[in-house]
């Protein structure tokens, strides 16, 4: 259980999808401008990788090498069909006011690079438990740009007013690539931070 828990944390901060590996950074600085688009983005995120990955640790070496991303990607593309309906099912609008990017995440590197490169080598529970804990890293990126960004545009959260101050221009993708680069270089101070605690342990043990 120990081994398991330390692998999830891996996949949520030290090989994080977006601050770690770079993958969707311009659909989160873009359309990541609210904790509503957030909750869509990662509703849409869950549902295309973690059946994509199970797909692919299924029947991914039985598909013909080179045709596997294009199976991969229509899979994912049909799940966007029930994200909608989840998203739906606690906001009626929150889908669509997170324009393309839901839809641009389907056919993104994500499912391609995890399928391929992860979850095809696995067998289904560890594709599944892989999935889940992409999809943690994932949405809590997502979670803590759109809070940020609606506070410094709107001030406020979820739709709820805080404050009267607003800096509208941090809705503007720019500001998207600011914040993701500041949330990048904090969680390689913390893992610096992390690996000399561990490099001074060692030491001291030995």
């Not at 989160?28 to 990955?53: C, E, H, K, R, W």
């Not at 099912?89 to 399928?115: C, E, K, N, Q, R």
């Not at 067998?123 to 994932?138: D, S």
Request: with cysteine; aromatic share 14%.
């Amino acid at each position: 259980m120990k081994a398991e828990l330390k692998e999830c944390l891996g996949y949520i901060f030290f090989k994080n999808p977006v601050l770690v590996l770079g993958l969707v950074l311009g659909h989160l600085a873009a359309g990541d401008i609210n904790l509503q688009n957030a909750a869509a983005l990662s509703v849409t995120f869950l549902f295309i990788t973690v059946p994509v990955m199970l797909f692919a640790a299924t029947v991914g070496k039985k598909i013909p090498s080179g045709f596997n991303v294009v199976f991969y990607a229509l899979v994912s593309a049909a799940m966007l069909f029930p994200a909608y309906y989840i998203c739906k099912s606690f906001s009626a609008t929150i889908f669509d006011s997170a324009g393309i990017y839901p839809a641009l995440l389907a056919v993104s590197t994500v499912p391609i690079v995890y399928s391929s490169k992860i979850a095809e080598k696995q067998g289904v529970a560890k594709a599944l438990f892989g999935g889940v804990c992409i999809t943690l890293g994932f949405a809590l990126t997502a979670a803590v740009l759109g809070a940020a960004r609606e506070f410094l545009s709107s001030g406020s959260l979820w739709g709820f007013k805080i404050t009267e101050a607003a800096y509208p221009a941090a809705n503007l993708p720019f500001w998207g690539f600011i914040l993701l680069g500041f949330m990048a270089a904090i969680l390689n101070w913390v893992k610096d931070i992390i690996r000399k605690s561990g490099e001074k342990s060692e030491e001291e043990s030995a």
